[in-house]
Nanobody, 115 residues
């Protein structure tokens, strides 16, 4: 059983910053991929950023240069530092973990960028 618990969402003004955290618990293997997805109203859930156990990262084009994904393997935690936030970043952000051909999701955390 794997559980993912997200924190750090909220309301922020355009240009502001937020840091999301996702703590994993349960049977976590050393080789896995952790990532952040987001879903805006009326849109499909889409990848924001992902990071493998060794540290390689991948970002969707719209967040490159503004968002940074990182992980602490000892704490089984993944982070998403979001800077220069825009209204179009408003969405529910979901943490994801993939290992051993299975995929796990957190409950989601709302990020709203508005003045």
């Amino acid at each position: 059983q794997v559980q993912l618990v997200e924190s750090g969402g909220g309301l922020v003004q355009p240009g502001g910053s937020l840091r999301l955290s996702c703590a994993a618990s349960g049977s976590i293997f050393s080789s896995n991929v952790m990532g952040w997805y987001r879903q805006a109203p009326g849109k499909q859930r889409a990848l924001v950023a992902a990071i493998i156990s060794g540290g390689s990262t991948n970002y969707t084009d719209s967040v490159k240069g503004r968002f940074t994904i990182s992980r602490d393997n000892a704490k089984k935690t993944v982070y998403l530092q979001m800077n220069s936030l825009k209204p179009e970043d408003t969405a529910v952000y979901y943490c994801n973990l993939r290992q051993m051909f299975r995929s796990y999701w957190g409950q989601g955390t709302q990020v709203t960028v508005s003045s």
